[in-house]
């Protein structure tokens, strides 16, 4: 058994011609379902863009038909063979998770979101084309871009501001400590940063849902956790209104304030009634993505940490620290990949031990059948 993956993006394929590889929600699913009734075909996920579509593959080498695939996209392109062939790329077993690892890394510009890993995730459990190896693959990739967060060594290369917003929280708080989060707007920083929280043991995360894509957010965010079959932690995400907004500030240890939100939100009457409810005094942090907090309001209140991060500022790091930064990055890649390597290899053998003894049984069932009804 093998993984393969072809795939087309914007730098394979003509501006002009990009548009007729591009598929909707139905599209995807009729790609899903006709790909796994390939011949040699056990599993398939797709990711999907405006400008890249990668189709993965979990196969039998002996069975598979490359040309099938191939001449499957050219019918659906309306484009010759030979188009198909130079506009695809394709990439085998370790190649394959190290692409996709490096794909979905906030390194480079050109990384994909988590959200498309997980909705590619969702989709491949959807329609049943996804079995355990390439779910264990793309849970995979999830799991290694977020760790990236968990390495400082790797902050000078990393894309974003969710590097210093997660650095912020661990200088001032234990990650592993049992701790409330409240978390106001919504931004693809936020998803980023609110879907590494999660993976930590004892957050609890509230999102105040004050409008459509603040709830599309938390819908996301709930549905992360059920793709990594995670339901208990469902429950430690929920959503607050403003009548709860008190509340829920005076509960909470680490406030985070997305860059869509353009006003103060935070005024001298409302932390009074904060303090008010409050029974104690109780240290906070409060991390503000867009800068438009009035900071002298903290002055007054030192069990109150605010900190400042504009979500566009540019980092500046000396060549050496960055050089440094790609080393140890292509490092990490390596190991982890030859993590995940090492036990789809296991795996497999397991797999042929299985079938091997399973040949044998059913051989030696077949004779002792024959050899009885001989007598």
């Not at 690892?101 to 491949?124: C, D, H, K, N, W």
């Not at 793709?227 to 005076?250: C, E, G, H, M």
């Not at 790091?317 to 140890?328: D, F, H, M, V």
Request: hydrophobic share 35%.
């Amino acid at each position: 058994m093998k993984l393969i993956m072809y795939g087309m993006n914007q730098d394979t394929v003509a501006s002009d011609d990009l548009h007729k590889y591009r598929l909707d929600y139905s599209m995807r699913e009729r790609h899903l379902t006709d790909i796994s009734s390939f011949k040699g075909v056990s599993e398939v996920a797709l990711i999907s863009t405006e400008s890249r579509n990668e189709y993965y593959l979990y196969i039998d080498e002996k069975a598979f038909k490359h040309g099938d695939l191939l001449r499957y996209l050219s019918a659906y392109t309306g484009r010759c063979l030979e188009d198909i062939i130079l506009e695809t790329y394709s990439k085998f077993n370790g190649d394959v998770v190290s692409h996709l690892f490096r794909l979905t890394s906030m390194i480079s510009e050109q990384a994909i979101p988590l959200s498309v890993l997980e909705q590619s995730l969702y989709e491949g459990n959807l329609f049943e084309t996804s079995g355990k190896t390439l779910t264990r693959l793309f849970e995979g990739a999830l799991t290694f871009s977020l760790s990236l967060y968990d390495e400082k060594s790797l902050y000078p290369i990393l894309i974003g501001n969710e590097a210093e917003i997660i650095q912020s929280m661990k200088n001032y708080f234990s990650l592993k400590e049992d701790l409330d989060f409240l978390i106001i707007g919504n931004h693809q920083i936020i998803k980023q940063v609110s879907m590494y929280l999660i993976g930590k043991a004892d957050t609890y995360l509230t999102f105040l849902g004050k409008n459509e894509k603040s709830r599309k957010m938390i819908a996301s965010v709930k549905r992360r956790l059920s793709i990594v079959n995670k339901p208990r932690k469902i429950n430690t995400v929920q959503t607050a209104d403003l009548n709860q907004l008190v509340y829920r500030l005076s509960k909470s240890d680490v406030i985070i304030i997305g860059p869509s939100i353009k006003n103060a939100w935070l005024s001298f009457e409302l932390l009074e009634d904060v303090l008010e409810m409050r029974p104690s005094k109780k240290r906070q942090l409060i991390i503000d993505l867009c800068g438009s907090q009035d900071e002298t309001l903290f002055m007054d209140y030192p069990e109150m940490n605010y900190v400042q991060i504009p979500h566009d500022a540019d980092k500046e790091y000396a060549s050496e620290k960055l050089k440094a930064a790609s080393a140890y990055y292509e490092e990490y890649v390596l190991n982890k990949v030859n993590d995940f390597m090492e036990d789809f290899y296991l795996e497999n053998e397991e797999n042929k031990d299985k079938i091997s003894l399973k040949k044998t049984f059913n051989n030696k069932y077949r004779y002792n059948n024959l050899k009885s009804s001989k007598v």
